[in-house]
Every structure is written in C-alpha cells, then in structure tokens.
T-cell receptor, first 113, second 115 residues
C-alpha cells in the first residue's frame, strides 16, 4: 500500500532563514508526488509536483523539491522564508491505478520575525 | 474561471440531524473528489466522480454518507444522522482526468461541527 510520511509535525524558523520540510513515500510502483499548502481556513493550493523527468522541481513562491528515488524522499525547501509562508504543508502521492491522492499528516511551518 | 466553490463554508448541527454540502467544480473539469480533514491530519479520500459516475468510495464513507453528481456538474455530499465524530472539514476538489495534469484544484472547504 502506498503511504506518505511527513517526519516533522511542526517546524519553527526565523524569517529569511532556509527551511526544509521532509517527506518520505512508500510504494512498490512509480508514484507521482505533490506538495500542497493550506493557509488558515482555506483549501489546499498546489506548490509543486513531480511526475517524471528532472528530479529537482521548482514551484510557486520560491519553493523547490527534490525527488530522490533511492531514499524514497521528496523534501521541500526554500532558501529564505517570509512571514507569509506560515501555513500547513502537505506532501501527497498519487499512484495511477488508485485514482486518488494520499496525503501525509502535514507539517506546520511557523515563521517568526 | 472562478475556481472550486463550496457551500456552506460553516455548518453547525445537532447530533442526529441530516446535513448536505454542495460543491461546484471548475467548469471544464470532469473529475470531482471529496475529502475529509480532521484536526491535525491530512485530507482523507472519501469518493470521486468522473462526470456523473461515482467510480470509487472509501470505506470511510459509511452508509450514512451519500454523494451525488446528477448532471456531471455540481456535487452534493449528504450525511444522515450526524454523529460527533463527523465533525471535520469536508473538502472538494476537481481536475481533468489523470494523464492530463494530475493536478487537483481544491475548494475552501465546509467546516462541520456536530454538537
């Protein structure tokens, strides 16, 4: 069965510092991977996705992620965070024959001034 | 294109009452998904439609839950005889079929509180 593990439930960081949010997936077949962001009382917005090709994926708002097949990871990074990046971040996987997204439990990014 | 909309945004109901939520997807999207999100958790898949056909239902979707998409456009999710454990955010998402972009666009959600 496919699953997604987000290793950190909360990540506190100061403004302008770099950040990495960790995500590991488990699947015996090829997966497609996504990072979504959720601001308070809102739905989810897609940050970036990996379907195939280059393992370094760039997304919106300066975020990027690297697909690492040998470590089954898809960590999200940003070199310099802003206060406005404070939100919940969800890693998700999609396996073609299941037709649905499987989400991790989320990481709360809290950016302090 | 106004995005995915959901109505109502908030619903407070007493245990045992029935509730119905509505989702309007992006107009050209023929896939529509329902997810449930409880506090501190990621969204969990409930069911999805391609056009008007309901193609998959999670075992999370008990007999008290029913979803419809009668004309392949908007969808409704009904919960009968609500229980306190039904309190959650109910999210709707729409997309083109997989193979196109795999991207699901989410609505703002309906927050249900059962007292």
């Amino acid at each position: 069965a496919q699953s997604v593990t987000q290793l950190d439930s909360q990540v506190p960081v100061f403004e302008e510092a770099p950040v990495e949010l960790r995500c590991n997936y488990s699947s015996s077949v090829s997966v497609y991977l996504f990072w979504y962001v959720q601001y308070p009382n809102q739905g989810l917005q897609l940050l970036l996705k990996y379907l195939s090709g280059s393992t370094l994926v760039k997304g919106i708002n300066g975020f990027e992620a690297e697909f690492n097949k040998s470590q089954t990871s898809f960590h999200l990074r940003k070199p310099s965070v802003h206060i406005s990046d404070t939100a919940e971040y969800f890693c998700a996987s999609w396996r073609g024959n299941t037709d649905k997204l499987i989400f991790g439990t989320g990481t709360r990014l809290q950016v302090f001034p | 294109d106004t995005g995915v909309s959901q109505d109502p945004r908030h619903k407070i109901t007493k245990r045992g009452q029935n509730v119905t939520f509505r989702c309007d997807p992006i107009s050209e999207h023929n896939r529509l998904y329902w997810y449930r999100q409880t506090l501190g958790q990621g969204p969990e898949f409930l069911t999805y439609f391609q056009n008007e056909a309901q193609l998959e239902k999670s075992r999370l979707l008990s007999d008290r839950f029913s979803a419809e998409r009668p004309k392949g456009s908007f969808s409704t999710l009904e919960i009968q005889r609500t229980e306190q454990g039904d309190s959650a955010m109910y999210l709707c998402a729409s997309s083109l079929p997989p193979g196109a972009a795999y991207e699901q666009y989410f609505g703002p959600g309906t927050r249900l509180t059962v007292t």
